[in-house]
């Protein structure tokens, strides 16, 4: 148990364009979702996190208008990248919590954004 | 703050070598959970691992063994016999309940033949 898909795995686009990424839950309901980017040989940089029906929490530095989070239901959560850009450039992956109680997440396999 | 610390960012071991990963970590909750994630040249987030701060066991998992120790604020990782296959990104992290979670800066392990 406890399966967590995103879509795309990898995605190319031009300058300017938006991306939305998934993350779904597969085997459970996600109580919090979590997106992080990670960039080349760097760690996990947590960028929101988001509750299924409520507004996601930026962590700071990271633009809101910019990227985008919908969480329609506690199986499914969305992070679109609006207007991007190469700098934006980078692999994202969700982290999914099942448990109230206890900690950990469950990470999607990621999705590898390239902007030309 | 919650802080992880992994001092050593690139190990190189040959085959059938016990090697030993490093995690410190800093927190004034008094619950907490640590992990240990493997990350594999696909990129693709491996759970190896959660402890929670209650829980000082040890505990040994095949080839992975890990080491809490509360008193000096480490969770170590270690693995027996290293093959080829253990080569990838190693990351150890911190979180309060289910909220969210803060990663070291990674490990790198390559396991040469």
């Known amino acids: 148990g406890a399966v967590v898909s995103q879509h795309p795995s990898w995605v190319i686009c031009k300058s300017g364009t938006s991306v939305k990424i998934e993350c779904r839950s597969l085997d459970f309901q996600a109580t919090t979702m979590f997106w992080y980017r990670q960039f080349p040989k760097q760690s996990l940089m947590l960028m929101a996190t988001?509750?299924?029906?409520?507004?996601?929490?930026?962590e700071q530095g990271v633009e809101k208008d910019k990227f985008l989070i919908n969480h329609a239901s506690l199986t499914l959560s969305t992070l679109t990248v609006t207007s991007a850009h190469p700098e934006d450039s980078s692999f994202y992956i969700c982290?999914?919590?099942?448990?109230?109680?206890?900690?950990?997440?469950?990470f999607g396999p990621g999705t590898r954004l390239t902007v030309l | 703050a919650q802080k992880v610390t992994q001092a050593q960012t690139e190990i190189s071991v040959v085959e059938k070598e016990d090697v030993t990963l490093d995690c410190v970590y800093e927190?004034?909750?008094?619950?907490?959970?640590l992990f240990w994630y493997k990350q594999p040249p696909s990129g693709e987030l491996v759970f190896l691992i959660r402890?929670?701060?209650?829980?000082?066991q040890n505990e040994i998992s095949g080839r992975y063994s890990w080491n809490f120790q509360k008193s000096t604020s480490s969770f170590n990782f270690t693995i027996t016999a290293s093959q080829v296959v253990d080569s990838a990104v190693y990351f150890c992290a911190l979180s309060k309940g289910a909220g969210k979670s803060t990663f070291g800066d990674g490990t790198t392990l390559t396991v040469k033949p």
């Open positions: 988001s509750n299924e029906g409520s507004k996601a929490t930026y």
């Open positions: 982290g999914c919590s099942r448990d109230r109680i206890q900690g950990g997440q469950f």
């Open positions: 402890r929670n701060s209650f829980d000082e």
């Open positions: 927190t004034r909750d008094t619950t907490y959970y």
